[in-house]
């Protein structure tokens, strides 16, 4: 095994040999075969082992084992304890949830703070075999059917191409010890029920099963990246940015592609989206209807979805502007005012009016439902929400519209449209004109 364990790391892994490496060592046979492999190829690494106080002398004892192992090979030796049940009860999370959370917290703590370059995992290709099987029970897309990463950021499996089979024999050879965890044994738990009952017979009905299930594990991948390439086209072309900070999705260009809802799956799972069937109707369903993910939001708009991360609502503010402000900065851009002689065919970004008209001080405010106003050039008063809606504005559009106010009545709809309660006439003695960049 060891020629074959240097065949794999030169062959797919060869940073692992110049890197400082931390291995995770639980005491066990996997994580002590794995110590004793790149303590053979002499490798710079150091051990890194967690006590999670579930099995009282049991973890102790362990602890004592992995740490007697660090010394006899003169390796740095890395130990924490955990109240594992306590904090599992605090965030709500199974046991072992809250180990892998705890543990993992920590490895990237001393990787970072003493600066190891890679954390080795001793997953093997039964554990993969374990995993694929929980992931098709609880059912999952063709991510959850690739097994465990062989690579995963800093975190490195170089054992998965081997089975537990082979790492007994091995160390039973080398007359390895090794520490054997008795909650292991409890069914109760559904990978070791899976573990002791269901693989032993497949493996019996099938000959050569694993050997196998490592090939159809390597199709899936070849699959899961064949379909990432291609959802990196079609994403060029469907994900497109809006004026109003979104991803704008064609829902007519969608249905080009064939069957949108496996389209829109492998689309937005990266954005945390997980309520499918909501997500196909949302396609047929009026403007403004809404999806929630915990980090993003989906938006129907018309012929379009709109992607944009949630932003956490902060209550409405109001600025105040004195009347002798010639500029004035507010969460949205800048507000410029200077009086001027004549006025030019104003934009967007400007508006023309007539000073005396105003009462200071002015304000600067988010719409709200009831807000209405004169629109220039035009006769009578209008609603802001009718105004949006000829617009054609989408939701996160108008949840981003600032109102420029003079006491009550707004002055401008910035960015968009000005009231014509405040326009230049041929009375008008002073001009002043407003800018936001």
Known sequence: MLQEFKDHISNHLPFLLKGRLLIACSGGLDSVVLTHLCNRLSFEFGIAHCNFKLRDIESDTDEKFVKTLAHKINAPFFCTSFETERYAGEEVLSIQMAARDLRYRWFDEI?????????????????NLETFLINLSRGTGIDGLTGIPEIN????????PFSRDQMLEYAKKHEIEWREDSSNQSKKYVRNKLRHDVIPELKSVSPGFLERFGTTLSNLKAGSDFIKVQLFKIKKELFLPSEDGSIRISINKLHEYGNPRTSLFFLLKEYGFK??????????????????????????????????????????????IPEEESMF??????????????????????????KKKLKYPLFVRKWKEGDYFYPL????????SKYFKDEKLSLLAKERVWLLCSENEIIWIINYRADNRFKITSQTEEILKITIT
């Open 111 to 127: 990787a970072i703070e003493y600066q190891w370059d890679y954390i080795l995992t001793a997953h093997h290709a039964d554990d």
């Open 377 to 384: 050039g035009m006769e009578g008063k209008k609603k802001l």
């Open 329 to 354: 900065m507010f969460s949205s851009g800048t507000l410029k005012f200077k009086e001027v002689e004549e006025m030019y065919t104003p934009d967007l970004k400007t508006i023309f009016v007539d």
């Open 153 to 160: 950021n800093k975190y490195i499996r170089p054992l998965l």
């Open 275 to 320: 309520a499918w069937d909501d997500i196909e109707q949302i396609m047929t369903s009026q403007s403004g209807k809404q999806i929630f993910s915990t980090s993003h939001r989906l938006v129907k708009d018309r012929d379009y979805l709109l992607l944009s991360p949630i932003v956490e609502k902060t209550p409405d503010i109001v600025y105040t």
